[in-house]
Antibody, heavy 126, light 107 residues
């Protein structure tokens, strides 16, 4: 079945970077945009941006511009999200999620998300 | 950015109750709204898309309605497995924004 499987929990020091992976199974990664969403402890959901695994295009929320990089691996089955200059308030669960509509040339990523990864806990602490 | 609000922020209900959650957008988003259910320690799961279309496999006791700026999620007869937090998401324009969530717990 369609699944997104994320990498394991990470503990990082302030100022470091973290790279979270998101492996697609049951469908072709390049066929859909991938969104990244995070959730701080006890808080709501926050959209971070999307990547197009087909073209490499990205669109980041302004809050994360300059600190986040969303990419696709050479295997074309895995998407990545790297967040740099980590602070304590970056402590959160990070989710990847598939855009709800298949990608085609000229399409956008304004379709919501239908399949989510299980989440990756990132803890930033000195 | 489009701001999303939800009401109530939490509610207590009993099994069998009818529950309604409201989501409001700060500007017209036509029907570009989805509802998600999240249980503790789990990822969100889509319930409703295009404001009123039931996601595959979701029980028919869930329904959504609305367009423009006001939307509702209704659970016609609350079941034990429905105790969770519910979020709305607007995907009309970037940045995508979620409502703050409505926690449904047991009375």
């Amino acid at each position: 079945q369609v699944q997104l499987v994320q990498s394991g929990a990470e503990v990082k020091k302030p100022g470091a970077s973290v790279k979270v992976s998101c492996m697609a199974s049951g469908y072709t990664l390049t066929g859909y945009y991938i969104h990244w969403v995070r959730q701080a402890p006890g808080q709501g959901l926050e959209w971070m941006g999307w990547s197009n695994p087909n073209s490499g295009a990205t669109n980041y929320a302004q809050k994360f511009q300059g600190r986040v990089t969303m990419t696709r691996g050479a295997s074309m089955t895995t998407a990545y999200m790297e967040l740099s200059s980590l602070r304590s308030d970056d402590t959160a669960i990070y989710y990847c999620a598939r855009d709800a509509s298949p990608y085609y040339y000229g399409s956008d990523a304004l379709n919501g998300m239908d399949v989510w990864g299980q989440g990756t806990t990132v803890t930033v602490s000195s | 950015d489009i701001q999303m609000t939800q009401s109530p922020s939490s509610l207590s209900a009993s099994v069998g109750d009818r529950v309604t959650i409201t989501c409001r957008a700060s500007q017209d988003i036509t029907n570009d709204l989805a509802w998600y259910q999240q249980k503790p320690g789990k990822a969100p799961e889509r319930l409703i898309h295009a404001a009123s279309r039931l996601h595959s496999g979701v029980p028919s006791r869930f329904s959504g309605s609305g367009s423009g700026t006001e939307f509702t999620l209704t659970i016609s007869s609350l079941q034990p497995e429905d105790f969770a937090t519910y979020y709305c998401l607007q995907h009309n324009s970037f940045p995508l924004t979620f409502g703050p969530g409505t926690k449904v717990d047991i009375k």
